[in-house]
């Protein structure tokens, strides 16, 4: 191939072309000499894999945690609730809530350590044990070194508040736990500090209740008086003069449920507790007469009267109460969640009035499931006895 030879306006454009890239490098090696590049690095996103799962609260211990779509939750008794794959099913094999993720509720003694109340929660058996971050303090993380079903498994375990939270993974232990673990997260309790207070002098007892909420005299006048015959026959209702209703009703709603009341008869018992029960905005606290012994009230076998969810919870240290839900068939109002206080017997001694074994409290459960339960279970939780007056 012969060799080409370059024209003069050839030869001229490309000095020209090589001097512009000679000038272009020159002023890109300048401005990397005076602006140095800073190369920062960037922390990989992490995506919370719980952000969009079902959320529960329970406000009564304080915490909440995120458990995934499509899981079951069970939290009839707070101090013990259980988040699982699969539905409950009678007679579930190998048992009730095997596979679950388990949030379990003790109070303890405030001069308990966490390694103590771990060793005696775990009765004798060996284990291995890590701090693990729960909620934002130091938790222990146990794996038992035994042998057998539910050997193996992790618990974990952290203490607030003289009170222990226990999370047992059962026999269905998966990544998935320590997912809904690493969002557990505490929350503070409602301030009841600003509460109004309802004390009663005669039975010795007090219990707050929210600014918002009152004592509905006037409804309950006319309880007292629809049921006044039905007390002669019932002698769990001998102080019915003495029930009290706290209640989110205005005096208006309430002038508005005493009018329906006023068309129908007094023994038509049913309209008479669709007001007392105010549709699960309303706390009936009663000084009554019932069985006491949780074990006798599992017995219970009444035509009309239905027990579920019983169980003792300790609401402070040393003061435990039992609680129940209970259905009277007979009438025609749903659930009621229900809390019996055992009477002191030093007051029973010193009250002139010795039939009193209990100071009940209890709220109606809509038709839909509604009531005040967060409500209901913080003026629980200030309930207290206080000396009675002189007799």
């Not at 945690?65 to 939750?73: A, D, R, S, V």
């Not at 557990?184 to 309802?198: C, H, L, S």
């Not at 839900?325 to 009621?336: G, S």
């Not at 002191?344 to 509604?370: A, F, V």
Request: net charge negative; glycine share 4%.
């Amino acid at each position: 191939m012969p060799n080409q030879i370059l024209s003069p306006n050839q030869k001229f454009n490309l000095k020209y072309i090589l001097i512009v890239l000679i000038l272009a490098a020159a002023v890109v090696g300048i401005l990397v000499w005076q602006y140095p590049v800073i190369i920062i690095p960037v922390e990989p996103i992490t995506k919370d894999v719980t952000a969009n799962w079902q959320t529960y609260r329970n406000e009564e211990y304080g915490y909440q945690i995120n458990f995934p779509n499509g899981w079951y939750l069970y939290k009839d008794n707070a101090s013990d609730v259980y988040v699982q794959p699969e539905e409950e099913t009678a007679g579930n094999i190998p048992g009730p809530h095997a596979e679950a993720f388990e949030i379990k509720i003790s109070k303890i003694s405030s001069d308990i350590s966490l390694e103590q109340a771990v060793k005696n929660n775990l009765d004798g058996l060996t284990f291995t044990q890590e701090p693990e971050n729960i909620g934002g303090m130091t938790g222990l993380k146990i794996i038992t070194t035994c042998e057998g079903v539910g050997c193996g498994a992790p618990q974990w375990f952290v203490i607030k508040n003289s009170t222990l939270y226990q999370f047992n993974s059962n026999l269905g232990y998966n990544e998935t736990f320590n997912q809904i673990l690493s969002a557990f997260k505490f929350i503070e309790p409602a301030d009841t500090t600003n509460w109004q207070t309802y004390r009663n002098e005669e039975y010795g007892f007090e219990v707050k209740y929210p600014e918002s909420w009152r004592v509905a005299t006037s409804i309950m006048k006319y309880v007292v008086y629809a049921r006044i015959e039905k007390a002669k026959e019932d002698p769990s209702m001998v102080h019915i003069e003495d029930w009290v209703m706290i209640t989110d009703l205005s005096e208006e709603e309430e002038k508005e449920y005493l009018e329906i009341l006023k068309g129908v008869e007094a023994s038509m018992t049913s309209a008479v507790d669709e007001v007392e029960y105010a549709n699960g905005r309303a706390v009936i606290i009663e000084p009554t007469i019932r069985i006491i012994d949780i074990d006798e009230l599992k017995n219970v076998n009444q035509i009309g009267w239905e027990i579920s969810d019983l169980r003792e919870e300790e609401i402070r240290e040393n003061f435990k109460i039992v609680r129940f839900r209970e259905k009277l068939t007979w009438e025609m109002y749903e659930d009621a969640e229900k809390a019996m206080v055992p009477y002191p017997w030093d007051k029973i001694l010193k009250s002139y009035n010795t039939k009193i074994t209990h100071i009940s409290l209890k709220i109606r459960i809509r038709d839909d499931g509604y009531y005040e339960k967060d409500i209901f279970n913080q003026i629980l939780s200030t309930f207290k006895f206080t000396p009675l007056e002189a007799q």
